[in-house]
């Protein structure tokens, strides 16, 4: 059994492409996540040696137990991606993506698209258990590719069988991608399907969410959007468990200093100020939700380009803030 799962229940960072670097792995540490897993990586770029591939297998210590999640279609080839990124970086274990549904990655054959073909998704988890033995392999499947095609229960089994260690379960089909709502009886059904950890995902944005979701028979939940805008759901997840007391937000200043050290941050490790501040834009759109002002906030994001013009902004938010609350 994967050790996290023996004395509690893990809360997870759900890997996000463009999201989840090493750098936000950190961060969401800090608020309480358990389990990290890399943005997705292609076996192919693997054995390229593509530069931006091998960046997203950078992680540092701190943010263990860590897996490296990868995507492809030739099981030979994936087997030996992953043992070569074990050689390389020694992660905690190895994580097999059949659930992306964008259609860049489908088109090839990866993804959600070996929903449809459980005949190659066993001969890929097999041959990846094989190679990376004794490290272990988990999976990420979405509930089906379509509503007329839901196979999570038998999925998951042929994944347990092929040696998978524990599988999350998102609860779209491939067809609904981010869109409508997350099946989680299908889930649940997921979970009494097989002996291994399930571990569910989708429409989880709040303490009580996960709660309320704990009597599905899942041994860990997965956490993506909700934790993109507000990382700390992770402490307020764990607090509620253990209290059945709902923590409120950070104070604004508190989700200023987080923002500020995320881009930092960010800032130090790119070494090039204006193109990471570019890049950081989109979280910082993230980050709006929820937040005073958030329409006039992301106006102002979408063309920050230093930490001095981040600063700027922070201050007038503050103080606006405080100016509508002492009016109020």
């Known amino acids: 059994m994967l050790p996290w799962f023996q004395d509690r229940f893990p809360l997870y960072l759900a890997p996000m492409a463009g999201v989840t670097d090493t750098v936000f792995r950190q961060l969401a540490k800090e608020h309480g996540a358990d389990v990290m897993v890399t943005e997705f990586v292609s076996a192919e770029g693997i054995f390229r040696r593509n530069e931006r591939t091998l960046e997203y297998l950078e992680f540092e210590p701190a943010e263990r137990p860590l897996g490296v999640q990868l995507f492809g279609a030739d099981p030979e080839h994936l087997g030996e991606a992953a043992r070569l990124v074990i050689e390389w970086k020694q992660?905690?274990?190895?994580?097999?993506?059949?659930?992306?549904?964008?259609?860049?990655?489908?088109?090839?054959?990866?993804?959600?698209?070996?929903?449809?073909?459980?005949?190659?998704?066993?001969?890929?988890?097999?041959?990846?258990?094989?190679?990376?033995?004794?490290?272990?392999?988990?999976?990420?499947?979405?509930?089906?590719?379509?509503?007329?095609?839901?196979?999570?229960?038998?999925?998951?089994?042929?994944?347990?069988?092929?040696?998978?260690?524990?599988?999350?379960?998102?609860?779209?089909?491939?067809?609904?991608?981010?869109?409508?709502?997350?099946?989680?009886?299908?889930?649940?059904?997921?979970?009494?399907?097989?002996?291994?950890?399930?571990?569910?995902?989708?429409?989880?944005?709040?303490?009580?969410?996960?709660?309320?979701?704990?009597?599905?028979g899942v041994r860990g939940v997965m956490l993506g959007r909700a934790a993109m805008s507000a990382p700390w759901i992770f402490a307020e997840i764990k607090h509620f468990l253990a209290t059945g007391e709902l923590l409120p937000p950070p104070p604004l200043e508190a989700q200023w200093a987080h923002i500020r050290r995320h881009c930092a941050l960010h800032v130090a490790r790119r070494g090039d100020e204006a193109a990471a501040m570019h890049s950081m834009r989109s979280r910082l759109m993230a980050y709006s939700r929820g937040m005073p002002d958030a329409k006039a906030l992301r106006a102002r994001f979408s063309h920050v380009g230093t930490l001095s013009e981040l600063d700027a902004i922070a201050a007038e938010n503050l103080t606006r803030t405080a100016e509508t609350a002492l009016v109020h």
Not at 101 to 111: A, D, F, L, T, W
Not at 124 to 130: G, M, S
Not at 151 to 178: C, F, M, S, W
Not at 180 to 208: E, K, M
């Open 91 to 216: 992660p905690d274990f190895i994580d097999l993506n059949f659930g992306c549904p964008v259609n860049k990655i489908v088109s090839k054959n990866g993804g959600s698209s070996l929903l449809r073909d459980c005949p190659l998704l066993e001969k890929v988890a097999r041959a990846v258990v094989r190679a990376c033995a004794p490290v272990p392999v988990t999976a990420k499947i979405r509930i089906g590719w379509s509503a007329e095609t839901v196979n999570a229960p038998v999925t998951a089994r042929i994944l347990e069988d092929a040696g998978i260690a524990a599988v999350a379960v998102h609860g779209r089909t491939k067809e609904q991608g981010y869109s409508g709502v997350a099946d989680w009886d299908v889930i649940a059904q997921t979970a009494a399907a097989v002996r291994i950890p399930v571990i569910g995902n989708g429409d989880l944005a709040s303490a009580g969410d996960v709660a309320s979701r704990m009597n599905t």
